[in-house]
């Protein structure tokens, strides 16, 4: 269970910065050269580079060079486990909007039944 949390840990720490969700977002449409994620970024490539290696540490991107041309790609796998973890609070907080609504519905005096 420690290392599912401390993949989670990684994989929330890199999508806490807007940069870096961005560029999740642009490669689950398919692997991009460095040059291409960086070009919408007001930031110089040194800084673009810090993002990209917090991404690839953290195991959401993988990185290849061939010649001059580094290409990123999504890493799935650890992207789906922050989904999965996700989904399962969203069925969590599902079941408790519904306990919520049970409870407003069924115990809670109606204002219709206390007219004075």
Known sequence: MENHSSDLDSAFHALADPTRRAVVSRLTRGPAPVSELA??????LPSFMKHLRVLEADGLIRTEKRGRVRTCRIDAGRLAAAESWLAQQRVEWQAAADRLADYVETRMPRSEDHDD
Not at 39 to 44: L, N, Q, T
């Open 39 to 44: 070009r919408p970024f007001a930031m110089g």
